[in-house]
């Protein structure tokens, strides 16, 4: 799986909008972005995935740069909840079936 | 919802005991992994586990652990003969499909304290 590098911590108010980055300059054509968390204590947890198109749920939201060499999870509107360790993880269509995590980015939320 | 569960919670061992950490899958998935995250570090990948066999391991993944799926529903991990290395948080994860779109669904987690 190729390389993802994010920001080690963020930190952002409660009820603003949280943009978390993801660099990702060797993706390859095959590859899918996926965003998965763990909220303290908790077991990893998925956010949202996406491929060449903007991607939005429930959860979030996922903007892909047209290069696809970039990406970034947006929180529309971040509540104390959302304080987590972010991931971002490419996964190739037909690769291994593991998901490596990096470090991730430490989203703190202030009140 | 549909989630994975795990038992026990917390599993306090001593070095050398055999531990086994069971998991209940979500029904309808076909593939199922084990991870774990030492305290402080990166969650590792262990193994997968697909059609009643391995399918992938890591280095970490030798011949103290072993998977099984005793029977349609539970999942288990056992450890021979613990170390103190051994200690940290065990999840395990499912899923219906894989490669690029699948979605890991994972458990809340057993932690594996070894004395």
């Known amino acids: 799986d190729a390389k993802t590098t994010q920001p080690n911590s963020m930190e952002s108010n409660e009820e603003e909008p949280v943009h978390l980055p993801c660099n990702h300059s060797t993706i390859s054509g095959t590859d899918y972005i996926h965003w998965y968390r763990q909220l303290p204590s908790q077991g990893p947890e998925y956010v949202i995935h996406g491929l060449t198109s903007n991607v939005n749920n429930r959860m979030a939201s996922l903007a892909i740069a047209e290069d696809r060499k970039s990406s970034t999870l947006i929180l529309h509107r971040a509540t104390l909840r959302d304080a987590a360790v972010y991931y971002c993880?490419?996964?190739?269509?037909?690769?291994?079936?593991?998901?490596?995590f990096g470090q991730g980015t430490r989203l703190t939320i202030n009140p | 919802e549909p989630e994975v569960t795990q038992t026990p919670s917390h599993q306090v061992t001593q070095m050398g005991q055999e531990v086994i950490l069971r998991c209940v899958p979500i029904?309808?998935?076909?593939?199922f992994y084990w991870y774990r995250q030492i305290l402080g570090q990166k969650v590792e990948f262990l193994v997968s586990f697909y059609n009643n066999e391995i399918s992938e391991k890591s280095e970490i993944f030798d011949d103290q652990f072993s998977v099984e799926r005793p029977d349609g529903s539970n999942f288990t991990l056992k450890i021979r003969s613990t170390k103190l290395e051994d200690s940290a948080m065990y999840f395990c994860?499912?899923?219906?499909?894989?490669?690029?779109?699948?979605?890991?669904?994972f458990g809340p987690g057993t932690r594996l304290t070894v004395l």
């Open positions: 994860a499912s899923s219906w499909e894989r490669g690029g779109t699948d979605t890991q669904y």
């Open positions: 029904s309808n998935h076909l593939y």
């Open positions: 993880i490419l996964r190739d269509v037909g690769g291994a079936q593991k998901l490596v």
